[in-house]
Antibody
Framework: QVQLQESGPGLVKPSETLSLTCAVSGYSISSGYYWGWIRQPPGKGLEWIGTIFHSGSTYYNPSLKGRVTISVDTSENQFSLRLSSVTAADTAVYYC????????????WGQGTLVTVSS | EIVLTQSPGTLSLSPGERATLSCRASQSVSSSFLAWYQQKPGQAPRLLIYGASSRATGIPDRFSGSGSGTDFTLTISRLEPEDFAVYYCQQYGSSLWTFGQGTKVEIK
C-alpha cells in the first residue's frame, strides 16, 4: 500500500522560506510516476503548487513560479517543497500526492500538514 | 492556463436523490486528463473518477463521470449519507495541473 507523509515546521515567519518533506512508503519514487504538492487555504479550495517527475523534471504553477522549488531524494525515497518569501496568504494545509503518468490524476495523498505564516 | 469552473457552488439534496455536478473548462480538455475528487472535512481529497469516466479502485458504482471537450459531469445516482462532501474536478494540460473551485453537496 502506497503511503505518503508530510513533515516540516507548522509555523513560518513572513518573508522566510517554507520547507516541507514528503516521505513515501510502499513504492519506490525512482520507479516512476509524478510527485506533487497541493495546498488548501483554510476554508478554501485546492491549489496545485507543483510536480516533479521521478527523473527530476519539474513543473510549477505559474502563479507561484520563482518562489517554488521541488526536489527529489531517491536514496531517502522522499521529495521536498521549498516556498520562499512567504506571506500570510501562504497559510494553508499542504498535501503531497502521487500522480499517475499518462492520465495525471492524483491517486494517493498524504494526510496534509497545516503551515501557518505568522510572526 | 486552463480554468475549471464548477457549478453549482452548493447543492442541497436529500439522501436517495440524484446529484449532478458540472465542471466547465475555459478551453478543450482531453478526456483522458479529467479527474474528480471527494473531500470530507479534515481529510485529504480522495480520487473518485479519472479519464473523465473511469472509477478509481473501490469507488461505488453510484458515482459516474461523463463529458468531453469543455463540459464534464459527475453524477451520484442515489446519495448516501457518506456522500455529503465537497467535490473537485481537476485537469492536466501543457504540463500544468489545475483544480476547479469545488461543489459542496449538503444535506437538505
Amino acid at each position: 500500500q502506497v503511503q505518503l507523509q508530510e513533515s516540516g515546521p507548522g509555523l513560518v515567519k513572513p518573508s522566510e522560506t517554507l520547507s516541507l518533506t514528503c516521505a513515501v512508503s510502499g513504492y519506490s519514487i525512482s520507479s516512476g510516476y509524478y510527485w506533487g504538492w497541493i495546498r488548501q487555504p483554510p476554508g478554501k479550495g485546492l491549489e496545485w503548487i507543483g510536480t516533479i517527475f521521478h527523473s527530476g523534471s519539474t513543473y510549477y504553477n505559474p502563479s507561484l513560479k520563482g518562489r517554488v522549488t521541488i526536489s527529489v531524494d531517491t536514496s531517502e525515497n522522499q521529495f521536498s517543497l521549498r516556498l520562499s518569501s512567504v506571506t500570510a496568504a501562504d497559510t494553508a494545509v499542504y498535501y503531497c500526492a502521487r500522480a499517475r503518468g499518462g492520465s495525471y490524476q492524483f491517486d494517493y495523498w498524504g494526510q496534509g500538514t497545516l503551515v501557518t505564516v505568522s510572526s | 492556463e486552463i480554468v475549471l469552473t464548477q457549478s453549482p457552488g452548493t447543492l442541497s439534496l436529500s439522501p436517495g436523490e440524484r446529484a449532478t455536478l458540472s465542471c466547465r473548462a475555459s478551453q478543450s480538455v482531453s478526456s483522458s486528463f479529467l479527474a474528480w475528487y471527494q473531500q470530507k472535512p479534515g481529510q485529504a481529497p480522495r480520487l473518485l473518477i479519472y479519464g473523465a469516466s473511469s472509477r478509481a479502485t473501490g469507488i461505488p458504482d453510484r458515482f459516474s463521470g461523463s463529458g468531453s471537450g469543455t463540459d464534464f459531469t459527475l453524477t451520484i445516482s442515489r446519495l448516501e449519507p457518506e456522500d455529503f462532501a465537497v467535490y473537485y474536478c481537476q485537469q492536466y494540460g501543457s504540463s500544468l495541473w489545475t483544480f476547479g473551485q469545488g461543489t459542496k453537496v449538503e444535506i437538505k
